[in-house]
């Protein structure tokens, strides 16, 4: 039973079809200078993407929106760098962009990549008007080509001519991309990869740090400083009758823990709670962690690493696991590139 969704999607996909080609044209042109009329976001980066022997023409919008110009997005698959007359964006009625109105395409186009296909209406970083796409649409039509391809061949069937050259573009681009690569190439060219490692590496912060520190409870039991001192060989307590701890402690823990807790998290913490003249600092750092987040992360982290220092024999013994099993975070942040 087709749900409201579908039925309203073939309603429109009908009215559009019964339409004629005069009436799409200014129905379309219509909705497509409305667009330039609204508020048309502007190109933050802009740069060149190199995919096989192909240049395009990319950009990153003030959203994080990753686009390919109309022309760029034409040419890597194959075709006229712009539409032939009729069958571009202002002709365009039924949400089915032109390049995959063909029937023999519509049993490979998926939902998902239907509420894709929306041109997007960007100005250039000098002001130009543009057309584009997500960038991420392209590896998505190129696979429904290729799959079109691979029914015609598993049916014994021969793919029709006039698809042929777009089939073998859409191949380079299969290969080129493996879908998340258009992400990196788009991000490198224009100079956004930066920034979007400071917007990821503020993120983390924002859900392990606050700015408002909390009242100090006791959070690292005694366990995790037992074993902290076997592996150093220390005696403990290192101060008979004493609950504060010699200053080099902060500094194994800071190895131990924090540099590991989440990339970024140390430095944070440092800046938040910086040294006092006497050379201390005013509280514990984890007294400027999230309740919600930051705090039940630390936690856990403690609780694997004291299970680790108990089946430990030395400190470099338990240095060589931990690195393993939890190395430490550096400058550079390892992110997926996955909306």
């Not at 250039?124 to 190129?142: E, H, I, N, R």
């Not at 008979?240 to 924090?258: A, E, F, M, Q």
């Not at 089946?311 to 013994?317: H, K, N, Q, R, T």
Request: charged share 30%; aromatic share 10%.
């Amino acid at each position: 039973m087709e749900d409201k969704k579908d039925k309203k999607a073939k309603g429109g996909h009908a009215r559009a079809e019964a339409l004629s080609p005069e009436k799409r044209k200014e129905i379309a042109s219509k909705a497509a200078l409305a667009r330039w009329n609204a508020d048309v976001p502007k190109a933050e980066y802009e740069g060149l993407v190199k995919i096989g022997d192909k240049t395009l023409a990319a950009a990153v919008l003030p959203n994080g929106k990753r686009v390919l110009t109309q022309s760029a997005f034409l040419i890597t698959l194959g075709r006229s760098r712009t539409p032939k007359a009729g069958t571009g964006v202002l002709s365009t009625v039924d949400g089915i962009p032109f390049f995959l109105q063909a029937e023999a395409l519509k049993p490979f186009i998926s939902e998902e990549l239907l509420v894709s296909t929306t041109p997007i209406f960007f100005l250039t970083k000098s002001g130009k008007k543009m057309v584009g796409y997500d960038a991420q649409l392209l590896p998505m039509v190129a696979e429904v080509y290729l799959r079109m391809r691979d029914s015609y061949l598993s049916k014994g069937k021969k793919v029709p001519r006039q698809y042929e050259h777009i089939i073998r573009a859409c191949d380079i681009v299969m290969r080129g991309l493996a879908h998340v690569g258009i992400i990196a190439l788009v991000d490198e060219a224009t100079g956004y990869q930066d920034i979007r490692d400071r917007i990821a590496l503020q993120k983390i912060l924002d859900k392990y740090l606050t700015d408002e520190w909390a009242k100090w409870t006791k959070t690292f039991p005694d366990d995790y400083y037992k074993e902290l001192f076997r592996l150093k060989s220390v005696p403990y307590p290192p101060v008979p009758s004493s609950t504060k701890k010699p200053g080099y402690v902060g500094h194994w823990t800071n190895d131990v823990i924090y540099s590991r807790l989440a990339p970024g998290v140390l430095e944070a913490l440092k800046k938040k709670n910086p040294r006092l003249p006497s050379g201390n600092r005013a509280r514990k750092y984890f007294q400027y962690l999230t309740n919600d987040y930051g705090h039940p992360e630390l936690k856990d982290l403690l609780s694997n690493v004291i299970f680790l220092m108990k089946g430990c024999i030395s400190w470099d013994d338990f240095k060589t696991r931990l690195d393993k099993a939890k190395p430490k975070y550096g400058k550079t942040l390892s992110l997926d590139f996955h909306d």
